[in-house]
């Protein structure tokens, strides 16, 4: 335990300087019983600290998940079914799918932060959700200190949303998530430049680990390195619009990029809203906008919690204004 105030700069993507009044290691679920039930007011729960925002010092206690490790529970010809500790690297974990040749989650590769994270904001890319292969996690609820299992359909995942942004938001710590990953897989190529890449490469047969590859070639290419320059990747989810909002931004911004995701809605790119109000490269002070992908707010050193915050305000006025569409934040704002 590290105590009286702790600066959890080295400990969130976004490099902010801010504190928390103890930082406490959770090693195991027995070092997790052991402290708890804390009210859920007084601590706030930590992985990678790749989705957050500190705008200010927490007077609060930090829990960083520490809980690593991979266990296969269930095998056949087909699938293996694994359970992998909440504070587990995600990108080792889909490492060591790929290694073993078992499919799913390799378009998820080099997405940062821990396990006990992706069901949070049922992370997602290049067309894969992590809900696709989720079977269930275990949590504990941090007020009473009790355990609960909770299977695919309690989680109500959605586009970066589950039951954790809303009913459960701050109120549980998840130990443990169990995946069902298959043997026989189909690969999932069409999204982004995924083809492109394998076509560029002569890759005629491709496996698990050639499209794992080609999305890590890509995203190293298209986001910034957060040791490089401090950032927590998209910062806005991309806007869901109704269709009829949607005929009508269309006759006014022919141009507009869009995805129908049903006969009800369609899915706006954020990253191309605010790139037409000028915004992609912009900087003030410390804060900007990463010159390559509008969507992605940076720390070009010293910049504050609350500078970043401001600035992130200012477009979701300027693209309210122009557009109509109130962006909402993927990065959860302390
Ligand atoms: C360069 C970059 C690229 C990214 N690309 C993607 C992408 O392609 N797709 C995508 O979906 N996301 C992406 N992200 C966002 C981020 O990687 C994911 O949201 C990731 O799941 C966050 O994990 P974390 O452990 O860092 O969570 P943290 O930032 O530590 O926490 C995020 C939230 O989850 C809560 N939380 C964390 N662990 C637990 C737990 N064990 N129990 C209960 N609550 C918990 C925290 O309290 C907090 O509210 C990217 C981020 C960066 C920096």
Redesign the pocket.
Known sequence: MISNPVSLKAYN?FGIDASCDRLIEINSEEELSEILPIPHKEV?????????LLTGDLERKVLH?QIKGIKVLKENDSYVLVEVG?GHD?HQFVMWAVSHGYGGIENLSL????V???P??N???YGVEQSEFFVSLT?YDLTTGKDHILLEEDCRFGY?DSI?KGPLK?K???TSVRYKLTKKHELRMDYGAIKKKLVEKMIAYPTIRDVSEMVIEIRKSK??D?RELG????FFKNPIVTTSKFNRLIAEFPEMPHYSIDDETVKIPAGWLIDQLGWKGKRIGDVGTYEKQALVLVNHGKATGGELWDFAKMIIQEVEDHYGIVLIPEV?VW
């Open positions: 993507t706030r729960v930590l992985g990678g600290g790749s989705n957050i998940n909440g995600w997405i940062p932060g821990t006990g994270a992706a949070i904001q992370i997602g890319a949590m970066r954790f701050g549980c710590f998840i986001l910034p957060p950032n927590s990747g998209s959860n």
